[in-house]
């Protein structure tokens, strides 16, 4: 007799589970019991899209074939020399080394999630995430291949992705996901990064690619995030789910929810330069896409709907609606720093960049940020911070963020535990550390190693560790890269630029 649709889904993936015999469930699943979630019937609990792995790999091998018959035009026609000003794929490869890994974690994190949770759905919507998150990684990483052959950087993609100081930022994020439960892993995944933040990483960048000509970039957030509303829809789902399954499992949900809202907004920082300074042509601000994504849709709506459950909003939101005016000159001023240290360049500000953000942060940048970038624009080979930078215990960031209410005065924290005193860059960390101190007092750091000797004796030796080389970082403007990227396009008869250039 034919199934009926629901009868075949329910064959295609809640029949995969099965009941062991001769093993007591909690041996195969002891992580459930660890964490204290209380289950008592999740087999109720349905995968909100209800997808079967046929359907699956249809809709991706369509969407695959979409968006590389759009990588293949791009390169074959050097679409690189179209964006109005090459700086913007140095804010590529910043998303590169901030953003790619942190997909390739997420594969591991979404396999580590299905194998531990006894949920049929569940198992399932993470094993079609984890195949995701891998697709991901690898249209991000052809498109590097590709910039390679034009751009400093990355000819060593996979080493500096693995070496770089930077790359500890999302490192320290997914792997203190690796190292919690199973179900604060899916709440810090699928819920706090995915549902909460995905729309603002995706969304505006590619909005930037857009305006500015980068028409591969934009094929991949397209690609990327149609997945991301399946993912989004798998944490709001396995949230609620948990939420009416016991009243004793909100405490320990709203302690999640607290603690992975701040961690994924901290990883985010670089996001924020992404959107408002390396684009020479900007359709959003950083503020006004966290206003619309993060405060409207998800503080003001969803957590509404939460509160009938007894779930507030996270602890420290309100610091990072302070934050918005200054997220993105704060995060730019740490990489500028500290520019001769990354592969992906900073730049000297043009008339229209200091226009654009100072119409659109009035109270903020002109006061606070704007002196500075003149003085870099001045000095633009300078070492803006001789030395190592002091760096967060938890999110692994320079502590150089300004507290929102005394924007003039460092938000630095401090805490001490086993006798030692630890750094944190707000608040927000700092109270996370407190909880579970356990977990950060071993975090490691590549700049302090270098002192210590690890990586050999000579700066040289760093830099081969990093896997680029000195004249790779530092400035666009008086860079071998911006003279490559006028000849591209000078060879091919546009030579127009975008606007005045200053360069000296």
Same mark, same amino acid.
């Given at each position: 007799?034919?199934?009926?649709?629901?009868?075949?889904?329910?064959?295609?993936?809640?029949?995969?589970?099965?009941?062991?015999?001769?093993?007591?469930?909690?041996?195969?699943?002891?992580?459930?019991?660890?964490?204290?979630?209380?289950?008592?019937?999740?087999?109720?609990?349905?995968?909100?899209?209800?997808?079967?792995?046929?359907?699956?790999?249809?809709?991706?091998?369509?969407?695959?074939?979409?968006?590389?018959?759009?990588?293949?035009?791009?390169?074959?026609?050097?679409?690189?020399?179209?964006?109005?000003?090459?700086?913007?794929?140095?804010?590529?490869?910043?998303?590169?080394?901030?953003?790619?890994?942190? !997909?390739?974690?997420?594969?591991?994190?979404?396999?580590?999630?299905?194998?531990?949770?006894?949920?049929?759905?569940?198992?399932?919507?993470?094993?079609?995430?984890?195949?995701?998150?891998?697709?991901?990684?690898?249209?991000?990483?052809?498109?590097?291949?590709?910039?390679?052959?034009?751009?400093?950087?990355?000819?060593?993609?996979?080493?500096?992705?693995?070496?770089?100081? =930077?790359?500890?930022?999302?490192?320290?994020?997914?792997?203190?996901?690796?190292?919690?439960?199973?179900?604060?892993?899916?709440?810090?995944?699928?819920? #706090?990064? !995915?549902?909460?933040?995905?729309?603002?990483?995706?969304?505006?960048?590619?909005?930037?690619?857009?305006?500015?000509?980068?028409?591969?970039?934009?094929?991949?957030?397209?690609?990327?995030?149609?997945?991301?509303?399946?993912?989004?829809?798998?944490?709001? #789902?396995?949230?609620?789910?948990?939420?009416?399954?016991?009243?004793?499992?909100?405490?320990?949900?709203?302690?999640?929810?607290?603690? %992975?809202?701040?961690?994924?907004?901290?990883?985010?920082?670089?996001?924020?330069?992404?959107?408002?300074?390396?684009?020479?042509?900007?359709?959003? #601000?950083?503020?006004?896409?966290?206003?619309?994504?993060?405060?409207?849709?998800?503080?003001?709506?969803? =957590?509404?709907?939460?509160?009938?459950?007894?779930?507030?909003?996270?602890?420290?939101?309100?610091?990072?609606?302070?934050?918005?005016?200054?997220?993105?000159?704060?995060?730019?001023?740490?990489?500028?720093?500290?520019?001769?240290?990354?592969?992906?360049?900073?730049?000297?500000?043009?008339?229209?960049?200091?226009?654009?953000?100072?119409? !659109?942060?009035?109270?903020?940048?002109?006061?606070?940020?704007?002196?500075?970038?003149?003085?870099?624009?001045?000095?633009?080979?300078?070492?803006?911070?001789?030395?190592?930078?002091?760096?967060?215990?938890?999110?692994?960031?320079?502590?150089?963020?300004?507290?929102?209410?005394?924007?003039?005065?460092?938000?630095?924290?401090?805490?001490?535990?086993?006798?030692?005193?630890?750094?944190?860059?707000?608040?927000?960390?700092?109270?996370?550390?407190?909880?579970?101190?356990?977990?950060?007092?071993?975090?490691? %750091?590549?700049?302090?190693?270098?002192?210590?000797?690890?990586?050999?004796? #000579?700066?040289?030796?760093?830099?081969?560790?990093?896997?680029?080389?000195?004249?790779?970082?530092?400035?666009?403007?008086?860079?071998?890269?911006?003279?490559? %990227?006028?000849?591209?396009?000078?060879?091919?008869?546009?030579?127009?630029?975008?606007?005045?250039?200053?360069?000296?």
């Amino acid at each position: 007799m034919p199934m009926g649709t629901s009868q075949r889904y329910r064959a295609l993936t809640r029949d995969l589970m099965w009941d062991p015999k001769t093993v007591n469930t909690k041996k195969i699943y002891p992580l459930v019991e660890a964490e204290g979630i209380r289950l008592k019937d999740p087999s109720k609990w349905e995968d909100p899209f209800r997808m079967t792995f046929n359907q699956y790999v249809k809709i991706q091998s369509e969407k695959d074939q979409l968006h590389h018959a759009v990588r293949t035009a791009f390169e074959a026609n050097y679409g690189h020399t179209r964006v109005i000003d090459g700086r913007w794929f140095e804010g590529v490869k910043a998303f590169a080394v901030a953003v790619q890994p942190a !997909e390739y974690a997420a594969h591991r994190l979404m396999a580590y999630i299905g194998r531990n949770i006894p949920i049929e759905a569940i198992r399932f919507a993470t094993f079609n995430q984890a195949i995701d998150e891998l697709r991901h990684a690898q249209i991000e990483i052809k498109h590097y291949a590709d910039m390679s052959k034009y751009y400093d950087g990355l000819h060593a993609y996979a080493q500096t992705n693995e070496n770089l100081w =930077f790359n500890t930022v999302p490192k320290s994020f997914f792997d203190d996901a690796l190292t919690a439960g199973p179900f604060e892993s899916l709440i810090a995944i699928s819920f #706090s990064f !995915e549902y909460v933040f995905t729309n603002i990483l995706f969304l505006p960048f590619a909005s930037s690619a857009a305006a500015v000509g980068d028409e591969h970039f934009v094929s991949v957030g397209k690609s990327v995030q149609s997945d991301e509303s399946r993912h989004m829809a798998l944490g709001m #789902s396995a949230l609620r789910m948990l939420l009416e399954e016991d009243d004793r499992n909100v405490p320990l949900i709203q302690s999640w929810i607290d603690k %992975w809202y701040w961690r994924a907004y901290r990883i985010f920082s670089v996001i924020s330069t992404l959107v408002d300074y390396y684009p020479r042509v900007r359709p959003i #601000s950083w503020k006004k896409a966290f206003e619309i994504y993060v405060e409207e849709q998800v503080i003001n709506g969803l =957590f509404k709907d939460l509160a009938r459950y007894g779930i507030r909003p996270p602890r420290n939101f309100e610091d990072s609606v302070k934050e918005k005016e200054h997220y993105s000159h704060a995060t730019m001023r740490i990489l500028e720093h500290y520019k001769h240290a990354n592969y992906f360049r900073g730049f000297r500000l043009q008339p229209d960049d200091y226009e654009w953000l100072s119409n !659109e942060y009035p109270s903020t940048f002109d006061r606070y940020y704007a002196p500075f970038f003149r003085r870099m624009d001045d000095h633009v080979m300078a070492v803006a911070s001789p030395g190592l930078p002091a760096v967060c215990a938890v999110c692994q960031i320079p502590v150089e963020f300004p507290d929102p209410d005394h924007p003039e005065r460092p938000w630095t924290q401090y805490a001490e535990h086993n006798g030692k005193t630890h750094m944190f860059c707000s608040p927000g960390c700092k109270q996370i550390f407190v909880e579970e101190p356990h977990k950060y007092v071993q975090w490691w %750091w590549p700049a302090e190693s270098y002192l210590n000797g690890e990586f050999g004796n #000579s700066l040289e030796d760093m830099f081969k560790y990093f896997g680029f080389a000195p004249e790779e970082a530092n400035e666009y403007y008086s860079s071998r890269d911006y003279h490559r %990227w006028l000849k591209y396009r000078q060879q091919l008869g546009l030579d127009k630029q975008y606007g005045s250039i200053v360069t000296d």
